[in-house]
């Protein structure tokens, strides 16, 4: 079955390390997107990508990165520089970046910072 | 800016209610999603409506593109439907750029 694959699901970091969440997809999806969820409050996004070999910065970007060298693929990485980085992330994708598109989401990975 | 308000916030009904979630954007809409979050954090994506209404089982998604509301309702709510539902608003900010923003999300418990 199609869709889209998040691992860990659970990752405990020490402060000043960088971890890297996988997100793979198997959908054929042009469009991927990262978002981070706390607590109380609408998923934000981080970073999202339209095709392979570009991303853009979403509305959270500092103290992450991305990567999209393969259509199915697209990690993410949170750095030393994210000051709060204990949260919920969402990978999701979409067939193309119009609103006519279902968005599928993956599990999600738990990220804690001890 | 574009916001997105959901109410309410938490919502407990027995089970056999009728549920009714509201959601009010500021801006106009491209589509507007409607989710469902789990307890173990995985989202299942339930309609996706520009106009009109839309209809999946016991599930029920209307939208009022002239007052910017959309209401997700359920009928004969089971035990099984709580979750976090949460609204989307899929808008165009410019010419081939288009954004989400998502309303903090609507808790519910059904309880038996």
């Known amino acids: 079955d199609g869709g889209i694959t998040q691992s860990p699901k659970y990752l405990f970091r020490k402060e000043g390390q960088n971890v890297t969440l996988s997100c793979e997809q198997n959908l054929n999806h042009d469009a991927m997107y990262w978002y981070r969820q706390d607590p109380g409050q609408g998923l934000r996004l981080i970073y999202y990508s339209q095709i392979v070999n570009d991303f853009q910065k979403g509305d959270i970007a500092e103290g992450y990165s991305v990567s999209r060298e393969k259509k199915e693929s697209f990690p993410l990485t949170v750095t030393s520089a994210q000051k709060n980085p204990t949260a919920f992330y969402l990978c999701?994708?979409?067939?193309?970046?119009?609103?006519?598109?279902?968005?599928?989401f993956g599990a999600g990975s738990r990220l804690t910072v001890l | 800016k574009n916001e997105v308000e959901q109410s309410p916030q938490n919502l407990t009904a027995q089970e056999g209610e009728f549920i009714t979630i509201n959601c009010s954007y500021s801006v106009g809409i491209s589509a507007l999603h409607w989710l469902q979050q789990h307890p173990g954090g995985g989202i299942v994506s339930l309609f996706m409506?520009?106009?009109g209404k839309k209809k999946h089982g016991r599930l029920i998604a209307t939208i009022n593109i002239q007052e910017k509301h959309s209401s997700l309702h359920i009928t004969a709510s089971h035990p099984r439907d709580s979750a976090v539902y949460i609204c989307?608003?899929?808008?165009?900010?410019?010419?081939?750029?288009?954004?989400?923003?998502f309303g903090q999300g609507t808790r519910l418990t059904i309880n038996p």
């Open positions: 999701a994708s979409s067939m193309g970046k119009t609103a006519a598109n279902v968005l599928t």
């Open positions: 409506l520009s106009s």
């Open positions: 989307v608003d899929w808008w165009a900010i410019e010419v081939g750029a288009q954004k989400l923003v």
